[in-house]
């Protein structure tokens, strides 16, 4: 049985991943896997997740620097693709960089669907908050765009929010095939349907009843666990 974690957090001079061992109840200490990630007061990214393919992608936020965002130098504003390892993952569509995607201001949830396609949360500014289907070596626009634009190089969302109905954090794709995405300023849980990577209307749950939500994630019988997250902002 596997009883490595991975985890994504804020150190004193960057954001990281690291990976921990479990033995005996007992965890190793953290060993840096992918470090340099930029940080700040906010927009740190942090979401994590091993897709269908094996490989650990790693949301990251702009950090306060829009610009990072269009640097492919730079870790920040992105979705990376790395091994176990750290080193990037086969198949980048940028060479030797661990950069899947780009262009983003700050990615809060990853989910694939059955098909294998990635579908990732995002944070808008003032204006418009995204649920984006992630291309490899796609452009997402930020900060020269926000939301739809319908500019050619930049690859709009499939659906947005205006900031106060989302600010999503957290989705998952549920055994009925639909998007399932937490809101933390908007206090719901989106539900998207999804088929063939198209989605449907959006439709608003669970609209205030339980304060601003985290996360949501599939439990084993086929119901959905939802975090709150009601103590401020952290």
């Not at 650990?56 to 610009?67: E, F, I, K, M, Q």
């Not at 086969?90 to 098909?115: E, I, K, T």
Request: proline share 7%; hydrophobic share 35%; net charge positive.
């Amino acid at each position: 049985q596997d009883r490595t974690v991975f985890l994504y957090l804020t150190a004193s001079s960057d954001n990281r991943v690291v990976r921990l061992t479990f033995d005996g109840g007992r965890a190793s200490v953290p060993e840096p896997v992918l470090t340099g990630i930029p940080k700040a007061g906010n927009h740190n990214g942090g979401r994590i997740a091993f897709g269908p393919d094996g490989y650990l992608y790693v949301a990251t936020g702009d950090a306060g620097n829009g610009a990072a965002s269009q640097d492919r130098g730079s870790l920040g504003g992105k979705i990376l693709r790395i091994t176990r390892d750290g080193r990037p993952a086969p198949g980048s569509p940028f060479g030797s960089s661990p950069v899947w995607s780009y262009g983003h201001r700050n990615v809060q949830g990853l989910a694939w669907d059955r098909a294998g396609r990635l579908f990732a949360s995002e944070f808008g500014q003032n204006t418009w908050d995204e649920l984006n289907l992630i291309t490899p070596g796609g452009n997402y626009g930020w900060p020269t765009v926000e939301g739809r634009a319908g500019r050619s190089g930049f690859i709009d969302p499939l659906r947005q929010w205006h900031t106060d109905e989302a600010s999503p954090s957290g989705i998952a794709i549920a055994s009925d095939g639909a998007v399932y995405m937490a809101a933390l300023r908007g206090e719901s849980l989106w539900r998207i349907p999804l088929r063939d990577g198209v989605t449907g209307e959006p439709r608003r749950l669970l609209n205030g009843d339980y304060g601003r939500l985290r996360d949501v994630v599939p439990a084993p019988d086929g119901r959905l666990w939802v975090v709150t997250n009601n103590t401020a902002r952290g």
